[in-house]
């Protein structure tokens, strides 16, 4: 094994040993969030490089004249913009050393009036995206989709003021069969019956993954096949 | 004069703040009445067990003029100081009713006398000095024994089925149709002459499933690579990204095809979650990719994706552990892996004994965890329709295996 691939494992059995111990030893609690500040510096260096990829593609479309190359330029230009407003503090009234997100400040402004509502906007769209998603997925094509459509009807059935009405006409020994009391049952029973099982499984799994990558089994991201 | 003193006081202060077990700043303007109300009894200060140290335990028995209705307390002070004789100094407020307080702020090793006093208004009754109590740090956390334990169960379990593995006893996987699926799709991408998508989900790279995601993405990179078929890797986070350039590069050397990592294949989009929709959704309509993958931790943004591929007419293939999310997958994509399954996915796409090995114990542990649970139901239905006295216990017994704190 070389000496690049070796101080890498080496770091990530450590630092895994490290924390799975601080678990049950209190004193070495703290280290948990110290890693998890090194994680954050790390990931604000790689900040850079995310940067540099976005200018990088961005500028390689307009230098082709690529199709499209015209968002490009809006798009460098508006990374340009921000970052500026941000690093420079401009129309900041708290200065150059003050919160970057202070009222009244060109950050603050293009947040509040370029990026909220363009990501609200993409964010009302799931909307529209819902019902589309529920149309293809309550066809009835086989059982499964069968049982789904029926649960899915009872339980949107069951949320309006017609659930207790379409039941009403029970009689009291089959109270527990009113819609109203059906929904909770399917909520607290089955649903949860089902979500518990896929919560351990991906509990478990996520362990075994977890030791895969400590022991060097799994290496997705070590670079020894370079 | 304390009872003129108590009612001059503002009535404001019936209105102040009341901290629910965390220390308040002092300054109340409360008065000391001796005998105004009766103090609350069985007064203890502790450390507080199985920490790093830094916290005291206050438990008592309410005051006997603390009733639901018609009771004069209207909550308890929490005081400390260094001496029995004081000065003490007002850590705390809590309700009426309330017969716990944790000193978060007690220090390491520092001895600390306490009083718990009545207040009834702005009056504080009488309270006797209880302690020294000392914070000190344990060196285990018999807490989490059971998790200790399972995690060691859980480990001996997974290893010995990577040594089986290794020594040839290879286990049989039940196949599952969205990994088999991978490949067709692959095929399909080449055949039509048009990229795949991968994205490793929303999360960064300190995510199990982000991980999980790129063990997947390092078999898709080898199979794309030999297939001569574009990849699209768009990224929400520069550290999965920089770790995916490696991932494609290992993948694609794995399979006998070593090439460099293209810049427009693995890029950078935004930290945002929508503006990740945006940009992969804006590469969909504009490349329209034969193959969608998407393998790692999604929320709200993996509805929007999975329909944006069905409009563009991808096979769409997804796996998450998040629970939440699999609704909206199983509506917009042709076959989803659900929770562990994305965790089984490079083993079954890459075939390597160990990691085959490693789901095999993963299955002897979900083995024990179905006894236990069926176990479980059993005596708690049994001690419900017998009423049988041990019943109880073991069953309260099997429930503290599965406590977490």
């Known amino acids: 094994m070389s000496l690049v691939a070796a101080v890498p494992r080496g770091i990530v059995l450590v630092v895994a040993i490290v924390l799975i111990v601080a678990m049950f030893v209190p004193p070495l609690e703290p280290l948990r969030e110290e890693f998890s500040l090194f994680f954050n510096i790390i990931a604000a260096f790689a900040f850079v490089l995310g940067g540099a990829s976005l200018i990088g593609r961005h500028a390689r479309k307009i230098r082709r004249r690529a199709s499209g190359y015209g968002y490009s330029v809006v798009c460098i230009g508006a990374f340009g913009i921000t970052l500026a407003a941000g690093l420079l503090k401009l129309g900041n009234p708290t200065g150059i050393g003050g919160d970057v997100t202070a009222r009244g400040s060109v950050f603050a402004w293009i947040v509040r009036y370029v990026f909220g509502p363009a990501d609200s906007g993409l964010f009302a769209l799931l909307a529209f995206f819902i019902a589309s998603a529920a149309f293809r997925a309550f066809r009835v094509r086989n059982r499964e989709s069968t049982i789904m459509l029926v649960t899915a009807f009872l339980l949107l059935l069951g949320r309006t003021f017609l659930g207790g009405l379409v039941t009403s006409w029970l009689p009291d020994r089959l109270e527990a069969f009113e819609l109203p009391n059906v929904i909770p049952w399917i909520m607290s029973v089955p649903l949860k019956a089902g979500s518990r099982a896929i919560l351990i499984g991906v509990a478990v799994g996520a362990i075994a993954t977890s030791l895969r990558i400590i022991l060097g089994i799994d290496r997705p991201y070590r670079g020894e096949g370079k | ?405």
């Open chain 2, 1 to 405: 004069m304390a009872l003129a003193l108590a009612l001059l006081a503002p009535p404001a202060a019936a209105s102040m703040p009341i901290a629910h077990s965390t220390p308040s700043p002092p300054g109340a303007n409360v008065v000391t009445v001796p005998a105004a109300v009766a103090p609350p009894t069985e007064v203890r200060a502790s450390d507080r067990p199985n920490d790093n140290g830094g916290a005291v335990i206050l438990d008592w028995q309410l005051s006997a003029d603390d009733r639901p209705q018609h009771g004069l307390v209207t909550g308890y002070e929490i005081l400390r100081a260094p001496a029995p004789a004081g000065p003490y100094r007002l850590l705390g407020r809590v309700e009426p009713g309330t017969s716990h307080f944790v000193d978060i702020f007690a220090g390491r090793g520092k001895p600390f006398y306490y009083q718990v006093a009545a207040l009834a208004g702005t009056t504080r009754g009488p309270a006797r000095p209880v302690g020294p109590a000392v914070a000190t740090a344990q060196w285990f956390n018999h807490r989490r024994l059971n998790m200790l334990a399972f995690a060691v169960l859980l480990a001996a379990a997974i290893l010995f089925g990577i040594r089986s593995a290794r020594r040839g006893a290879l286990p049989r996987l039940r196949e599952l149709p969205g990994v088999g699926a991978v490949e067709a799709a692959i095929a399909l991408a080449r055949e039509r002459n048009r990229p795949v998508l991968f994205i490793t989900g929303s999360e960064d790279l300190n995510d199990i499933q982000t991980l999980a995601g790129l063990s997947v993405l390092k078999e898709v990179a080898g199979r794309t690579a030999a297939e001569d078929v574009p990849l699209r890797v768009p990224h929400m986070h520069s550290l999965v990204m920089t770790a995916a350039g490696d991932t494609l590069e290992e993948g694609r050397a794995a399979a006998g095809k070593p090439a460099p990592v293209d810049p427009d294949e693995n890029f950078y989009l935004c930290d945002e979650q929508f503006g990740l929709v945006a940009g992969a959704g804006g590469i969909m309509y504009r490349e329209r990719p034969a193959a969608c993958f998407y393998f790692g931790s999604f929320y709200a943004e993996a509805l929007a994706l999975g329909e944006i591929g069905q409009t563009v007419g991808a096979v769409q293939i997804a796996g998450t552990g998040q629970a939440s999310q699999l609704p909206f997958l199983l509506a917009t994509c042709d076959h989803v892996l659900i929770g562990e399954e994305l965790f089984a996915a490079s083993a079954l796409l890459s075939r390597d004994p160990a990691q085959l090995g490693c789901v095999r114990g993963q299955d002897l542990v979900k083995l024990l965890a179905i006894g236990l649970i069926g176990l479980g139901c059993l005596l708690a239905t049994l001690a419900q329709v017998t009423g049988w006295g041990p019943l109880i216990p073991a069953w309260d017994t099997l429930r503290s295996l599965f406590r977490t704190g």
